[in-house]
């Protein structure tokens, strides 16, 4: 089974502080994505990359950004935590589409970021 | 932005009960999926089904589409207290090319009592 392993399942941070969130994955999986979710907003795509190196914004980058050095890991980083980055934060990766274009996602357990 | 919509956004239901769900989105899709979630955990795929399918079963997980309408059902028989979770739809669009950029809805909340 594909396993996404997400650092910390609970972080407590505080305001200003650069705050890292770390993901890795075990399938050789080519994609991997970052989202948020709150309630009432569902989950909101905040950075994918579709290989090492590469990254692309999804709906709410602004506060974010990411670091794809490994193929096994993807990193989300906010760059000066405010509070209203306090939420839920998930992983997620999955084979690309040239492999068919029905591959699903493997989450993580998310991460719940509090930031004070 | 939110393409898939689904509704109820909650549903209680008794155990053994039939429980559906529906979720409705904007624009052409390759497949549409369902996910499940847990309190506190992350999002486990559950079925796929793609745009030129209008029906799929997977156990007691039924899923029909119509690409018309723009809408997907999920239909789970026989309600046990463990299927108690948050049910998400999520669309590939056409042209999502490599990435498998999927557009998840806000999720249907199901409680099954037992």
């Known amino acids: 089974d594909v396993k996404v392993t997400q650092s910390s399942r609970y972080l407590v941070k505080r305001t200003g502080e650069k705050v890292f969130l770390e993901c890795v994955q075990d399938m050789d999986h080519e994609n991997m994505f970052w989202y948020r979710q709150d309630p009432g907003l569902g989950l909101r795509l905040i950075y994918f990359s579709y290989d090492v190196k590469m990254k692309e914004k999804g709906d709410i980058p602004e506060g974010y950004s990411v670091s794809r050095e490994k193929k096994e890991r993807f990193s989300l980083i906010l760059e000066s935590a405010s509070t209203n980055q306090t939420s839920m934060y998930l992983c997620?990766?999955?084979?690309?589409?040239?492999?068919?274009?029905?591959?699903?996602?493997?989450f993580g357990d998310g991460t719940r970021l509090s930031i004070l | 932005s939110q393409q898939g919509e689904e509704d109820p956004q909650a549903l209680s239901i008794q155990e053994g009960e039939n429980a559906t769900m529906n979720c409705s989105y904007k624009t052409s899709i390759n497949n549409l999926q369902w996910y499940r979630q847990n309190s506190g955990r992350g999002l486990v795929h559950l079925i796929l089904i793609r745009s030129n399918e209008r029906e799929k079963h997977s156990g007691r997980l039924r899923v029909t589409l119509d690409t018309s309408k723009k809408s997907s059902s999920l239909l789970i028989t026989a309600s046990r207290a463990a299927d108690t979770a948050s049910y998400f739809c999520a669309t590939l669009g056409h042209g999502s090319g490599n990435t498998g950029k999927l557009i998840f809805g806000q999720g249907t909340t199901l409680q099954v009592k037992p």
């Open positions: 997620a990766s999955s084979l690309p589409a040239a492999y068919g274009s029905n591959q699903p996602q493997h």
